[in-house]
């Protein structure tokens, strides 16, 4: 019972170097998240996808790019990570493109470093 | 004012206590609300879902929603050295928008 898998699950990065965070889920679910959270801010939404085919940028997208690349995948790039991308990160999906619970299914979370 | 409002603790009590946790919001339009438990280093898992006002029970939890007051509470009763987590609140407007979530409660269970 997998649910939703992250990888890297710890990750060191220098200023300006870029990276990808996978996310894979097995529920079918069509929608998919990418959440950061950081000490006294809780969770924010950085992007999302809908469904397969689209994505749209949540409350803090700026300097993060995503592919959702079929219904099971959807990736994270950082393309010159700064320090002010140190966070965790989580990945999520949720049955529903739209509409009524919209309840969501986090995976583990990747630890990030920007040096 | 932020749209979804809880005190981040942390809060600490001795083993079989009654746990309450409560988040405000602002929105009048949020019809969903969940509570996720997050353990240390791990993700949210999904603890409480209700749709709009009322009470749910489940096992030692209850959560209430007071749509009124724009309240809505997590109830732990004899709670346990294992209940001890952060408890986030989330709700939403359903058809429109995406979950907001509280920043979270940080609780402590002490044997």
């Known amino acids: 019972n997998a649910g939703v898998t992250q990888t890297p699950k710890f990750q060191v990065l220098k200023t300006g170097q870029s990276m990808t965070l996978q996310c894979a889920q097995d529920?079918?679910?069509?929608?998919m998240y990418w959440y950061r959270q950081d000490p006294g801010m809780g969770l924010r939404l950085i992007y999302y996808s809908a469904s397969e085919g689209t994505t749209d940028k949540g409350e803090v997208p700026n300097g993060y790019n995503v592919s959702r690349l079929n219904k099971r995948e959807f990736s994270l790039r950082l393309e010159s990570a700064a320090p002010s991308q140190t966070s965790v990160y989580f990945c999520a999906s949720s049955p529903f493109a739209q509409g009524a619970g919209n309840t969501i299914y986090f995976g583990e979370g990747s630890w990030l470093t920007v040096v | 004012q932020k749209e979804v409002e809880q005190d981040p603790g942390p809060l600490s009590v001795p083993e079989g206590a009654i746990v309450s946790l409560n988040c405000t919001y602002s929105n009048s339009a949020f019809q969903y609300f969940m509570w996720y438990r997050q353990y240390s280093r791990k993700g949210p898992e999904l603890l409480m879902y209700t749709y709009s006002s009322g009470n749910k029970e489940d096992g030692r939890f209850t959560a209430q929603v007071d749509k009124s007051s724009k309240y809505i509470s997590l109830f732990i009763r004899d709670s346990q050295p294992s209940d001890s987590a952060t408890y986030l609140c989330?709700?939403?407007?359903?058809?429109?928008?995406?979950?907001?979530f509280g920043k979270g409660t940080k609780l402590s269970v002490k044997p």
């Open positions: 989330a709700m939403s407007r359903g058809s429109q928008g995406n979950l907001i």
């Open positions: 529920m079918n679910h069509n929608s």
